[in-house]
């Protein structure tokens, strides 16, 4: 049996689906975190640390794949330049996922998805 094999569908059809993700993810590495629900972030996870491990390979193709997926040159060279680079002794595991809570407006689980070593605003 399938049992989610593929991932989340978060209700949404593939195009939707696909629109969205690319979205947070382009979000995502231009920010180093952000704020959405807990499923987005989940499955969040999965395309973001592909986009790094593209990032860490660093060739022409690895750049042209991930310009496939984010749509944004800025993005894209922020990846390669700034952000592999960081986790070149790293194997997997770039981004964390800390639950926040419910949204009051209609108690959806709430997510703050983050580069694992993103710079913090207290120090």
């Given at each position: 049996?399938?049992?989610?094999?593929?991932?989340?569908?978060?209700?949404?059809?593939?195009?939707?689906r696909?629109?969205?993700?690319?979205?947070?993810?382009?979000?995502?590495?231009?920010?180093?975190?952000?704020?959405?629900?807990?499923?987005?972030?989940?499955?969040?996870?999965?395309?973001?640390?592909?986009?790094?491990?593209?990032?860490?390979?660093?060739?022409?193709?690895?750049?042209?794949?991930?310009?496939?997926?984010?749509?944004?040159?800025?993005?894209?060279?922020?990846?390669?330049?700034?952000?592999?680079?960081?986790?070149?002794?790293?194997?997997?595991?770039?981004?964390?996922?800390?639950?926040?809570?419910y949204?009051?407006?209609?108690?959806?689980?709430?997510?703050?998805?983050?580069?694992?070593?993103?710079?913090?605003?207290?120090?």
């Amino acid at each position: 049996m399938r049992h989610l094999k593929q991932g989340r569908k978060l209700g949404r059809t593939t195009a939707h689906r696909k629109a969205l993700l690319r979205n947070l993810a382009t979000a995502l590495l231009e920010h180093e975190r952000i704020v959405t629900t807990e499923p987005k972030a989940k499955e969040l996870r999965r395309v973001a640390d592909k986009l790094v491990t593209l990032g860490k390979r660093g060739d022409l193709h690895a750049r042209r794949q991930a310009l496939q997926v984010v749509r944004s040159n800025a993005v894209v060279r922020k990846l390669f330049n700034d952000i592999a680079p960081r986790f070149a002794e790293r194997h997997g595991g770039y981004t964390r996922v800390l639950r926040l809570g419910y949204r009051p407006g209609d108690a959806a689980a709430m997510a703050v998805i983050e580069l694992v070593d993103a710079p913090t605003d207290e120090g």
